[in-house]
Every structure is written in C-alpha cells, then in structure tokens.
C-alpha cells in the first residue's frame, strides 16, 4: 500500500489550525502547480481547541516563507515533519520581527501599492495575525489581507 | 549629576515623529528658540519635491533655507515636471540627491518618505505624506505649546474636527504621548473620528484619552486646543462633506468660562472653524504658532545636516 496512505511517506501535518481557517491556509500556500497529495480535515475534536482543522501534505514541506504564512493564517498551529510516517520534527512556525514580500499592505493610498517598493511589515508578538506596514504604519490583520 | 543635553540629534532622517527621541525633540526646540543670524547653509542646496501644493510649509522651508544662506530647487505641484510623465519616486529621489545635500518630500502616498529615506544617500526631511505624518508641523506645534504653556507635560488638549484625515492630528497625539501626564481629548463627529488603532496605541502606551462629539464637554478643561479644518478633499464623496461642514465654529461665546491662559492652535489653513473675531482675543495663538515653523525648519536643518554654529 506505500504510495497510497499519506501517513506513511515523507510529508508534513500542520496541526492545531484554527477550525475552518485550513481551506484559507491552503489557498494562501499556492501549491495548485505542485499540486502534492493533501488530506483536508475540518473540524475536529481538540484537546486543546474546543475544534481544529489539520492538513497533512505528501511530500512536500513548507519553506521559511510559507512558516510565515502558516504562523500569520493559523497562529498556535503546529507543524509535524514526516519521514517514512514517523515524526521527525515538530515545531511550532515563528515569526521574524518583519516580514518581507509576503503580504500586501491593505491601506490603498500606501507607497507600496503605488510604486515599485517591496513589501515589508512588522509583526506584533502579541497579535500574531496582526501586521504594521513598515512604509505607512498602517496596522491590518492577515487574515484580511493579499499574500504574494 | 545630570547628564549634559545632546547636540546631535539620534537620527540621518526625519520621517516620522516617533524616529525622535525626547531628547532629539528638546534639542530640537532648545534649538528653534535660541536662534542666530548666521548664514550656516552657505554654499548648500536643498531639494524641495513637493508632490502636493503646500502654501506654508513649502514657503517655511525656503524662508528658512535663505535666512540660512542656502539655496533651494525642485517643485511645488507636479505640474511641468517629469512626475507627469511616469518618472518613479525612486528616480527622482536618485536624482536630485544628486543636486541636493538633503530632500524635503511632500507626497500624496502614506510612506513615501520612508522608502525615499532608504534609497537616499543624503537626509530626507517628510513634510507630509498622504494622511499619515507630518512630523515638521508637530515640532512646531510642540514649540508653540512650550512656548505658550512652558510645558509639554501635564497638559489636557483638545482636538478638534477632522481627525480622520489629519495626518497633524494624529503626528502630534503620538508626540504629546511620550511625555507624562497628558490627556487627550478627541473632539469630532463620529464619521471623522481617529482610526481605531490610533486611539489602540495611544492607550496601550497608557495615554488618558477620552472621545466625545460636545466641544462643550471638554472646553472648560483644557490648556490647548487644537483645531482643524474639515478636509473636503480627502472626503470619499461630496455628500459625506456635506454631512460634517462646519461641526465646529469656534466663536468668542465659547471662550467665556476657559482657562485664561488656554490657547488655540490651528496647522492652517482655517475655512470657518475659528471666527475671525476670536483673532483678536487672548487665546489666539495660530499665526504665531506658524511663524515658528521658520524657526524649527531652521533648527532640524542645521542639526541633520550637522553644520555647526560658531
């Protein structure tokens, strides 16, 4: 059966998504081209959420951007590295003190989205979905805004 | 044994208010108080890239630029120049740091200033972008309250209009947050209120902050009030200007029971939100308060481009 189950080959889970944030998670890590083997669960049982989603991806991992994405989208997430269905790994993502060309800042009148400037934003150890432009100072939430 | 005050400031640019630290805004105004006829820009050429049409500001900086013996280029409005034609704020900052041994930059979009000091190899001076800051008016509004009040703490102070879309407004809030004991009263109608998050940092940086749309709540009370024009050009369309034109009019009727020594402020230009018969009284303080925007200019150029005095 190897091939078959994802849980038996090299991958990733990303636990402890908040409930019903996984399919926004997903659509954010644009993985359409690579398009690797994913198992969606919505909704379940939690020790320590009251429910959770949990995506597990065959043989594919995240890169340090996409941790990004996942500690912004699903902050308390946890990521599980797999090698031959055994966890090698688990850790939760982490964010830098900026975050650069990953999200667009929402306010429209900002240099950023007027010119060529690259995309840089303060992260808030406290809030970890919330963003402060470093242009504009604009503060925004991630789960509201455009990823690159 | 007190430390001896700083003679540089900690910062190459100015861009936003929060970049200075207290000592950086005393030297500042030590500096705009005690002023000299010494021509310490001679031989300088500042550039002067005002994206937007500016009566004072441009015009306080050339003064000041001249009274200093340095000379100025660049524009006032876009109009004529190659901005018209699709040039990159990033061209143009390249360019004229060229010509210049600093840039003053006033820009429609929030941030300008900061990614034009990122690309500059001399100081960008931001004289205003979009609605976010406008650091150079707020050093003169803090000169204005120090010289009028001899204080920067302990101070109540109204705000007052248009608070959504006045980047002076929420520049000098952030200001008057770094010293102790200031209360901040937002007075305005609820579509023109500060943005939530304004109103969020201030009080996470333990800031007595109090909002109302009555000027009557708070007039009695404060040291300074600080009043703004409803901006018409910034409204998303006319109906919502026409919901909130002339909120405020400051008359002499509502200076009856104030603080003798209360004083208003106004970045100018007014419209109608002070009558011209409050000029005359004692609390009128707004055409001084712009006199001193020569002053700091003065000041904050001397200090970024390090040019002594003798």
């Known amino acids: ?148 | 044994m007190s430390a001896l005050p700083s003679t540089t400031l900690s910062v190459e640019h100015l861009v936003s208010i929060l970049d200075l630290s207290m000592d950086d805004i005393d030297l500042l105004l030590r500096r705009a108080q005690n002023q000299s006829s010494e021509m310490t820009l001679q031989g300088r050429q500042i550039a002067l890239l005002f994206y937007e049409n500016s009566t004072r500001t441009f015009n306080s900086f050339k003064t000041a630029i001249h009274q200093l013996g340095g000379i100025t280029c660049g524009f006032s409005g876009v109009g004529g120049t190659s901005v018209l034609k699709g040039e990159s704020l990033h061209d143009t900052v390249k360019m004229f740091e060229e010509y210049a041994d600093a840039i003053v930059l006033r820009h429609p979009n929030d941030g300008a200033p900061r990614w034009a000091s990122e690309i500059s190899s001399v100081p960008v001076i931001n004289a205003g972008d979009g609605q976010n800051q406008h650091p150079t008016q707020t050093l003169l509004d803090l000169l204005a309250i120090k010289d009028t009040q001899g204080r920067l703490s302990g101070l109540k102070v109204a705000m007052v209009g248009d608070l959504k879309h006045g980047r002076t407004v929420r520049s000098l809030s952030h200001a008057l947050a770094m010293y102790p004991n200031n209360e901040l009263y937002f007075v305005s109608p609820p579509s023109l209120r500060f943005p939530r998050h304004v109103v969020e940092t201030l009080r996470e940086q333990e800031v007595e902050v109090m909002e109302t749309e009555r000027l009557e709540d708070v007039i009695k009370e404060v040291d300074i009030l600080y009043v703004t024009r409803i901006q018409k050009e910034r409204m998303e369309s006319p109906g919502e200007y026409e919901e909130v034109k002339g909120s405020y009019q400051i008359t002499t009727s509502n200076l009856l029971h104030v603080k003798p020594h209360m004083k208003i402020l106004h970045p100018l230009p007014r419209v109608d939100e002070i009558a011209t018969e409050v000029d005359r009284t004692q609390h009128a303080y707004y055409f001084q308060q712009a006199r001193g925007g020569i002053q700091i200019r003065k000041a904050l150029l001397e200090l970024l481009l390090g040019v002594p005095r003798k």
Not at chain 1, 62 to 74: F, N
Not at chain 1, 78 to 100: D, F, H, M, Q, S
Request: hydrophobic content about 40%.
């Open chain 1, 1 to 148: 059966m190897k091939g078959r189950s994802v849980t038996t080959e090299s991958g990733t889970v990303v636990d402890h998504i908040p409930c019903w944030q996984a399919p926004a998670l997903l659509e954010v890590l644009k993985l359409k081209e690579l398009a690797p083997r994913t198992i969606l669960l919505l909704g379940q049982t939690s020790k320590t959420l009251r429910a959770k989603d949990l995506v597990v991806f065959q043989g594919w991992g995240p890169t340090l951007l996409d941790e990004q994405k996942i500690a912004l989208l699903a902050p308390g997430a946890t990521i599980n590295r797999l090698e031959n269905g055994e966890i090698v790994k688990k850790y939760a993502p982490r964010l830098p003190e900026l975050v650069e060309q990953l999200v667009v800042c929402t306010n429209s009148r900002c240099i950023t989205n007027a010119e060529d400037v690259p995309h840089r934003a303060r992260t808030d150890e406290k809030k970890p979905s919330s963003l402060q432009c470093y242009y504009c100072d604009h503060k925004f939430s991630a789960l509201e805004a455009k990823f690159l």
